[in-house]
């Protein structure tokens, strides 16, 4: 099982930046790849970005050259930076770890970008 807790969302106006952080309760060394996806009130969730345990990153096309995904292996984290945020980017933001056939879900954190 694994544990997912996100933190760094907030309030930021149109064009901020914000860095979203991941911590899993066992090694991500373990966990075959993790991600980031959102929801916006009255749309689907999405995926925002993910990344394997070889690194190798995968993002979604509204946030390709504005967000950049990273594991520390380390630290047990993953980061999302968010540059030039839109107020289309306001969501809930989940973080996600694929283990053992499994995909765990984090309980999510806000981000609104005001215009």
């Given at each position: ?45 999405e ?43 306001t ?25």
């Open positions: 099982q694994v544990q997912l807790v996100e933190s760094g969302g907030g309030l930021v106006q149109a064009g901020g930046s914000l860095r979203l952080s991941c911590a899993a309760s066992r090694t991500i060394s373990s966990i075959s790849a993790m991600g980031w996806y959102r929801q916006a009130p009255g749309k689907q969730r995926l925002v970005a993910d990344i394997n345990s070889r690194a190798i990153t995968n993002y979604g096309d509204a946030v390709k050259g504005r967000f950049t995904i990273s594991r520390d292996n380390a630290k047990n984290t993953v980061d999302l930076q968010m540059n030039n945020l839109k107020p289309e980017d969501a809930v933001y989940y973080c996600t770890a694929d283990y053992a056939y499994r995909r765990y879900w984090g309980q999510g954190t806000q981000v609104t970008v005001s215009s």
